[in-house]
């Protein structure tokens, strides 16, 4: 369930309706919803209760420092994969012990800027990067909280550039090496091993995946105890799946997904750390847009939007799919027609939709790209020197803008001529 819906026929965003921001912000912009995060964030939280937990938002899947301030007010822990995200949950007054540092390829630039600031632990990906770690923490004089990622070869079934626990794939350790390794890390003087981290896939639609890591992981745990490691913290990553074809996907609920954390890992004494991205931030999000042309090609119509595979990347990356609606609302039982939904970028890949059955549409009338929040704004570029779009935030019936449109001089500034050109 999200907070965006149509009132009074035209779609709003809990009480403010997307054509006044429209108005105020131009198009094409990106659209929060506060009731929404906070909804998401908290089904989360009830379905691991009564369970020590800390749900760390996946800041990659949407890091405007004002929506991960909306989370982290709630409680909320971060997942961070970058010195630049973890600097994001600074300023948006994440406290550094609610902070966990994930990603392959950490450099000791980061592992510096984490432990100075503050940190809960890093999820380490491999043994060079825990010597470093190691060496790193000691030349500061610190310890670092660590768990290991696991990889635990299983398929994730879903989209095959987001999926990661496969022996294949390049992340983890492999798990029958976990004891080795673990042995190891026990060694290096400036590591404190502190449990296991595991992270499977994104945009997994069935729990079957995760039950098979899941009782990997506590099997691993059993061993590594018995080993005389203190595995006190299990992080469990992310991934649940969100339903993007309105009507047509059912994928699991937080709450079965809670109880198979419980079924499979709840009986350890360990205190659970999940890393959501997508199911906080996805339904949480639109991209409104606004039609320039409605162009008639050959045997079929194209609805030229002012947004762009630069905007909204994943339907050209992973051919995904997300719902578009018109934000005026159709009568119902009105006609619809098919339309290929296009972007003005220079390359046939720019397209949002073909054949796409949506009301008769005209020049000016605005669109909104529903389950737009996550891996939307974060993954926007400036190709074609198309700017940044706004992203904005609502609450109640008022609305801010959290991130600005850039001017043109703005963007044309980052760029300098040499002096001997
Ligand atoms: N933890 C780790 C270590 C991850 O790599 C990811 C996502 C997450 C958590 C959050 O996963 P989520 O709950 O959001 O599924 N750009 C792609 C998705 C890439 C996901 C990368 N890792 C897309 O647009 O579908």
Redesign the pocket.
Same mark, same amino acid.
């Given at each position: 369930m999200d907070h965006f819906a149509y009132r009074s026929g035209t779609l709003h965003a809990e009480d403010v309706a997307l054509a006044d921001i429209a108005r105020v912000v131009g198009t094409p912009f990106y659209c929060y919803s506060t009731a929404t995060l906070t909804r998401h964030y908290r089904l989360f939280t009830e379905a691991l209760s009564p369970l020590p937990h800390l749900v760390c938002f996946?800041i990659?899947?949407l890091s405007n420092v004002a929506v991960l301030k909306t989370l982290g007010d709630l409680g909320a822990g971060m997942?961070v994969?970058s010195a630049g995200e973890y600097l994001r949950a600074k300023a948006a007054g994440v406290p550094g012990d609610r902070i966990v540092f /994930?990603?392959v390829g950490k450099t000791r630039e980061e592992m510096r800027i984490a432990l100075e600031g503050g940190i809960r632990q890093f999820?380490v990906e491999s043994e060079p990067e825990m010597r470093a770690l190691s060496e790193v923490a000691v030349s500061l004089g610190k310890v670092a909280p660590i768990t290991i990622r696991v990889n635990p070869d299983v398929d994730a079934r879903t989209?095959e550039?987001?999926a990661?626990g496969k022996s294949e794939n390049k992340f983890g350790i492999p798990i029958a090496r976990a004891s080795e390794v673990y042995a190891e890390a026990a060694r290096l003087p400036g590591l404190d091993v502190v449990g296991i981290d595991v992270?499977i896939? /994104?945009?997994?639609t069935e729990l079957e995946p995760f039950e098979q890591a899941y009782l990997k992981v506590a099997d691993l745990t059993r061993r590594l105890r018995a080993e005389g490691h203190d595995i006190r913290r299990l992080d469990l #990553? #992310? #991934?649940?799946?969100i339903p993007y074809a309105r009507g047509n996907e059912a994928p699991p609920l937080p709450t079965d997904y809670g109880a198979l954390i419980k079924r499979t890992v709840g009986d350890l004494g360990c205190e659970i750390e999940i890393?959501?991205?997508?199911?906080i931030s996805g339904n949480s999000g639109v991209l409104v847009s606004r039609v320039i042309y409605v162009k008639n090609g050959e045997g079929r119509d194209f609805l030229i939007l002012d947004a762009a595979m630069n905007d909204l990347v994943?339907p050209s &990356?992973?051919g995904?799919h997300h719902d578009i609606v018109a934000v005026e609302e159709p009568v119902v039982g009105a006609d619809q027609q098919p339309y290929d939904v296009v972007g003005p970028v220079c390359e046939t890949g720019d397209t949002f939709a073909k054949a796409r059955p949506l009301p008769a549409l005209a020049e000016g009338d605005l669109v909104a790209f529903r389950s737009a929040g996550?891996?939307g704004a974060v &993954?926007a570029s400036e190709y074609n020197t198309r700017p940044l779009i706004p992203e904005v935030l609502v609450k109640d019936d008022h609305y801010a803008v959290i991130r600005a449109r850039p001017t043109f001089d703005e963007i044309l500034s980052r760029d300098t001529i040499p002096d001997w050109l």
């Open positions: 996946a990659k899947s997942d994969v /994930s990603g999820n989209h550039k987001i990661t992270h896939g /994104s945009q997994l #990553g #992310g #991934g649940l799946g890393e959501p991205g997508r199911l994943r &990356m992973y995904a996550a891996y &993954m």
